[in-house]
């Protein structure tokens, strides 16, 4: 059974452009939910993704967008990069209901510079 | 609003001490708490949830709903718990999916 892996692990972009993130999910789970870590703080959530549809969202602006494929990885696209979209970016796991936890990634750290 | 609240943002114990995490959550519905861990260079990973009412390394974890806290616990602390430690609360909204991270509070073992 493999966990939650996430790729690039580091990435460096400048303000402005866009980024993609991309997240495989683990073996039997059908729902990805990706979160922004930023530094000294607790992950926040970004959105979720049910067959291949977004299934809740958090407080984040339309260039913030993804994408689920019919394997379960998911896509996090960012448009028009700020500084503040610096974070570290996880992607978690799930069975549907989520109950009984969420197994996370190792992330990908995002730099804008 | 939904809201976790992890009061202490670092906690420094000796070996062999009592250790409690603080952890109060706000939400009106039925609330799935979970603690997560995050050991030095590693990933998140889930350490309890509370309708599990387990034992995990010796951590436990008690849904206190009057008081809205979702206090860990561990009566002997080791070195190898040094760690980061988040409380979460699932299970509200029209998703079951998304979950509400406190700021989590490191926790420092000494010899």
């Known amino acids: 059974e493999t966990g939650v892996t996430q790729s690039p692990t580091h990435l460096i972009k400048t303000r402005g452009q866009q980024v993609t993130l991309r997240c495989s999910s683990q073996s039997g789970h059908n729902t990805v939910s990706w979160y922004q870590q930023a530094l000294g703080q607790g992950p926040q959530f970004i959105f979720q993704?049910?067959?291949?549809?977004?299934?809740g969202r958090g407080n984040f602006p339309p260039r913030f967008s993804g994408l689920q494929f019919p394997n379960y990885s998911s896509e996090l696209n960012v448009n028009a990069l700020e500084l503040d979209d610096s974070a570290l970016y996880l992607c978690?796991?799930?069975?549907?209901?989520?109950?009984?936890?969420?197994?996370f990634g190792s992330g990908t750290r995002l730099t804008v510079v | 609003a939904q809201r976790v609240t992890q009061p202490e943002k670092l906690l420094s114990v000796f070996k062999g001490a009592p250790v409690e995490l603080k952890c109060n959550y706000s939400?009106?519905?039925?609330?799935?708490l979970f603690w997560y861990v995050q050991y030095s260079r590693q990933r998140l990973q889930l350490l309890l949830r509370?309708?599990s009412r387990e034992s995990i390394k010796g951590f436990t974890a008690d849904l206190n709903k009057g008081e809205t806290s979702f206090h860990l616990k561990k009566p002997f602390a080791q070195e190898e718990d040094s760690a980061m430690y988040y409380c979460a609360l699932g299970g509200y909204g029209g998703s079951q999916g998304n979950l509400i991270f406190g700021k989590g509070t490191k926790l420092s073992v000494k010899p």
């Open positions: 939400y009106s519905g039925s609330p799935e």
């Open positions: 978690a796991s799930s069975s549907t209901t989520g109950m009984y936890g969420y197994t």
């Open positions: 509370h309708i």
């Open positions: 993704y049910y067959r291949e549809e977004e299934n």
